[in-house]
Antibody, heavy 120, light 112 residues
Framework: QVQLQQSGAELAKPGSSVKISCKAS????????ISWIKQTTGQGLEYIGY????????NYNEKFKGKATLTVDKSSSTAFMQLSSLTPDDSAVYYC?????????????WGQGVMVTVSS | DVVLTQTPSILSATIGQSVSISCRSS???????????LYWFLQRPGQSPQRLIY???NLGSGVPNRFSGSGSGTDFTLKISGVEAEDLGVYYC?????????FGAGTKLELK
């Protein structure tokens, strides 16, 4: 069965970086993109960007350019998102989700989410 | 960015009642490829969002057929024909026609 297993909760200090992971199983990893979504109480769900797991190509929401960096390790079927120069506004739950090349397969599987807390 | 406006923000229902949620877009979601990339999700408390409906009206795998989606252009509706206890949570619409993908603010379905 398809699973997206995300890494554990992070507590980080302002100005630092965190790197969270999303390990895929149960399907051919490079046949689907991985998108990342931020959820906060105030802003709701926000699309961060996606990575083409085959080519490593990326697409970012303008709002998150410079904040998020998406990478992939095909050998371990794992996608990563690094968040840099953290501020309290980056405190949120971050999800990865599988996105197919066809609209039929968009966002039909999600990871369990990673809570990132930025605090001094 | 495309703004999706969901109404109502809170929906109180009894078990067995039929309810509808509206999602209105600031731009037409009909893509030049002929598809309309409008999706519906349910997020139960403490869980990740779960996709219910894709491409306006198609039921996701394993989703009960009491859920249905309809609409076109800028106006879309999710209907639940006979609410069950497991349907409680927050419903979101999402569009992927225009970059970046955007989500509605959510509709919380609660028991009356």
């Amino acid at each position: 069965q398809v699973q997206l297993q995300q890494s554990g909760a992070e507590l980080a200090k302002p100005g630092s970086s965190v790197k969270i992971s999303c390990k895929a199983s149960g399907y051919t990893f490079t046949s689907y993109y991985i998108s990342w979504i931020k959820q906060t109480t105030g802003q709701g769900l926000e699309y961060i960007g996606y990575i083409n797991t085959g080519s490593g190509g990326t697409n970012y929401n303008e709002k998150f350019k410079g904040k998020a960096t998406l990478t992939v390790d095909k050998s371990s079927s794992t996608a990563f998102m690094q968040l840099s120069s953290l501020t309290p506004d980056d405190s949120a739950v971050y999800y990865c989700a599988r996105v197919g090349y066809d609209g039929t397969y968009y966002y039909n599987y999600w990871g369990q989410g990673v809570m990132v807390t930025v605090s001094s | 960015d495309v703004v999706l406006t969901q109404t109502p923000s809170i929906l109180s229902a009894t078990i067995g009642q039929s309810v509808s949620i509206s999602c209105r877009s600031s731009q037409s979601l009909l893509d030049s490829d002929g598809n309309t990339y409008l999706y519906w999700f349910l997020q139960r408390p403490g869980q990740s969002p779960q996709r219910l409906i894709y491409l306006v009206s198609n039921l996701g795998s394993g989703v009960p057929n009491r859920f249905s989606g309809s609409g076109s252009g800028t106006d879309f509706t999710l209907k639940i024909s006979g609410v069950e206890a497991e349907d409680l949570g927050v419903y979101y619409c999402m569009q992927a026609t225009h970059a970046p993908d955007t989500f509605g603010a959510g509709t919380k379905l609660e028991l009356k």
